[in-house]
């Protein structure tokens, strides 16, 4: 009797540690959302909104209140380490090629949750689901 107490009380403990592993991986996991998706976390959480394009991009057009961090600039990791690994990351480009590069950077950097705009800017510039600032 006291074996099988024993390997159920191994079974229970087992199943807590990779429940817990499966939900830590779940956290930092890079989630694609569309503009939409994007506006309602925006306006849900205290975000960090982050444009990965170069600044000369950025000035042209940009999502409102967003911040920009050239991803191919040489003080890109320097810039990003700045960031708060414990609050939400939206990030975003023109189509979604650094964006996705910086959100794998910043998932290996520890940050815990990090949004990804499907497209980039170019798939939703003209869609009235974001505020978009255009230079004049």
Known sequence: MKKIGII???FVAISFSTSCLDSKEAMTEVRLVTAEEMQAIIELEDVQLVDVRSAKEYDELHVFNAQNI???SPTFDEDISKL????PVILYCKGGGRSAKCA???KDAGFTKIYDLEGGISKWQHSKK???ERKS
């Open 104 to 106: 794998e950077k910043l």
């Open 8 to 10: 159920c009380c191994l």
């Open 84 to 87: 708060d690994k414990a609050k």
């Open 70 to 72: 050239d991803f191919n």
């Open 130 to 132: 974001l505020k978009i």
